[in-house]
């Protein structure tokens, strides 16, 4: 498991691109040219571990773009020691990238086969969330709730109630809705019943699944 300079300058390159693309945020730029994203890779895609696309992980399952990292990490407007829950741990990147801003980070995953190693493979690199869950993402994690944030990395069908009444007041959800396509949906929390909401343009996930597997 290597971090050279030749990926620390590809590193820089794809924070360029992104920036381009519109990312203003210096905490989460910062995160991005941090992470070492081509560990997070299979071994068949690690060449490509500093395009801006989405590539294939276990399970059938993919591993962010950084791009759509980037902007939904943006959204959150993270600072350090909130506590953040993440939807959707897939390879732990965008965990990783939360963990860079000093975010307490809660995240769950649906699929054994990734949950277990993504939990083995995050603390080798010194990425050390608070806690990783084999679970459904649609309940999210009521027994640590309320949350500063909450970002679900797959397509949601509908925005679960659970998650929205897990922000405390002034939290931030960050949800792509729609089942082909999806919106990249923010909502914060006025008050007690109360969510403001904004649509933030398409983006295309893998489906957020029911029951786990
Ligand atoms: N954040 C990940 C993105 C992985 S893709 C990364 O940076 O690599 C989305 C992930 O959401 C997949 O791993 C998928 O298994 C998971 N997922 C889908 N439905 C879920 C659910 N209901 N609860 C928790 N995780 C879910």
Redesign the pocket.
């Known amino acids: 498991m290597k971090d050279t300079h030749k990926h620390q300058g590809l590193r820089n390159q794809l924070v360029k691109i992104i920036s381009e693309k519109g990312i203003t945020d210096k905490n989460v730029l910062k995160a991005i040219a941090a992470v070492p994203r081509h560990l997070?890779m299979d071994s068949g895609f690690v060449d490509f571990a500093y395009q801006d696309k989405a590539f294939p992980?276990a399970?059938d399952?993919?591993?962010?773009q950084p791009y759509t990292?980037a902007f939904q990490t943006q959204l959150l407007e993270v600072k350090p020691n909130q506590k953040i829950l993440?939807?959707?741990?897939?390879?732990?990147?965008?965990?990783a990238v939360l963990i860079e801003m000093d975010a307490k980070v809660y995240t769950?995953?649906?699929?054994q086969e990734?949950f277990k190693k993504t939990k083995l493979f995050l603390p080798k690199l010194n990425y050390k969330p608070k806690k990783m869950v084999f679970?459904?993402?649609?309940k999210g994690l009521v027994n640590e709730a309320p949350f500063d944030g909450i970002i679900v990395?797959?397509g949601a069908p509908f925005v679960p109630n659970a998650l929205l009444s897990q922000l405390k007041i002034g939290g931030k959800l960050v949800i792509p809705i729609g089942d082909d396509v999806q919106i990249m949906t923010l909502f914060v929390r006025t008050s007690e019943k109360d969510f403001e909401k904004h649509e933030l343009g398409q983006f295309r996930?893998?489906?957020?699944?029911?029951e786990r597997n």
């Open positions: 997070f992980i399970a399952q993919t591993i962010s990292v993440e939807i959707g741990t897939g390879s732990g990147y965008q965990t769950i995953e649906r699929q990734l679970g459904d993402g649609y990395t797959a996930f893998v489906p957020m699944l029911k």
